[in-house]
T-cell receptor, first 109, second 114 residues
Framework: GQNIDQPTEMTATEGAIVQINCTYQTSGFNGLFWYQQHAGEAPTFLSYNVLDGLEEKGRFSSFLSRSKGYSYLLLKELQMKDSASYLCAVMDSNYQLIWGAGTKLIIKP | IAGITQAPTSQILAAGRRMTLRCTQDMRHNAMYWYRQDLGLGLRLIHYSNTAGTTGKGEVPDGYSVSRANTDDFPLTLASAVPSQTSVYFC?????????????FGPGTRLLVL
């Protein structure tokens, strides 16, 4: 079966750094996506990785290891507005996205 | 219109009733998707369409039907609603449904079936 695992909830302090992990087992791999979803809103795209390594985009970075079936999203200089759920999704061999349940990130002042 | 719109925003529906959720995009994307999101679960694909005139079944298609008469619209119909269809429904689109393509989401429809 196909499976995406990520922690249910994490807490971090404003200004700090947090790493959200995602492990996956899917039938085929056509890339891994991270989305941000604020409560009551739609998911919005953050990053895409298809090759091993780190992709940096401002305060957010995403890492992929295909051999380990592992990715992480790194958020630096946390701001209160970063309080949201972070969704990991893998595109399988049928070009369909398989989604994790999301990690709710709580930022404390 | 900018992006993807969905209607209604929310709805309370009696079990057994028929309901159509509407989705319209103005990005001229070929691929469109319907997902449901339930607490503690990831987004699950209900149906998809890679181009006007074609549709396909996702992970959880039972009890739902779709049509794609043109590029812009992708309605989702619940023929006879049941309480287990209580969920938040998101419509999404991407350029052609291929690899590396970002999916863009509508604001969602919150449906309660009693």
């Amino acid at each position: 079966g196909q499976n995406i695992d990520q922690p249910t909830e994490m807490t971090a302090t404003e200004g700090a750094i947090v790493q959200i992990n995602c492990t996956y087992q899917t039938s085929g791999f056509n890339g891994l996506f991270w989305y941000q979803q604020h409560a009551g809103e739609a998911p919005t795209f953050l990053s895409y990785n298809v090759l091993d390594g780190l992709e940096e985009k401002g305060r957010f970075s995403s890492f992929l290891s295909r051999s380990k079936g592992y990715s992480y999203l790194l958020l630096k200089e946390l701001q209160m507005k970063d309080s949201a759920s972070y969704l990991c999704a893998v595109m399988d061999s049928n070009y369909q996205l398989i989604w994790g349940a999301g990690t709710k990130l709580i930022i404390k002042p | 219109i900018a992006g993807i719109t969905q209607a209604p925003t929310s709805q309370i529906l009696a079990a057994g009733r028929r309901m159509t959720l509407r989705c319209t995009q103005d990005m001229r994307h070929n691929a469109m998707y319907w997902y449901r999101q339930d607490l503690g679960l990831g987004l699950r694909l209900i149906h998809y369409s890679n181009t006007a005139g074609t549709t396909g079944k996702g992970e959880v298609p039972d009890g739902y039907s779709v049509s794609r008469a043109n590029t812009d619209d992708f309605p989702l119909t619940l023929a006879s609603a049941v309480p287990s269809q209580t969920s938040v429904y998101f419509c999404a689109s991407s350029e052609n449904g291929g690899a590396e393509e970002t999916q863009y989401f509508g604001p969602g429809t919150r449906l309660l079936v009693l």
